[in-house]
């Protein structure tokens, strides 16, 4: 593990300081870490949405497709239709 030194102005070091002691984080550093993973996450969430938004259409997403979806799922499965109606 690589170490970094940041500096902070004393009310955001009293921010990071009292959020370590609210929410049960060990340390500032560990504070800092889960703030860096959840920024990836949400930069990588946004990289999806904006991959998907600039694709081009597919198929409509409705009720028929989701049936569909399940029907392939219960066909792998290996489930019957008399069982899958509960008959």
Known sequence: MSTMNISLPDNLKAFVDEQVSQR???TSSEYVRELIRRDKDRLQLRNLLLAGASSP????VNEAYFEGLRERVRRRDGVSPKARRGA
Not at 57 to 60: D, E, G, K
Request: hydrophobic share 15%.
């Open 57 to 60: 259409p597919t198929a409509p």
């Open 24 to 26: 049960g984080y060990g």
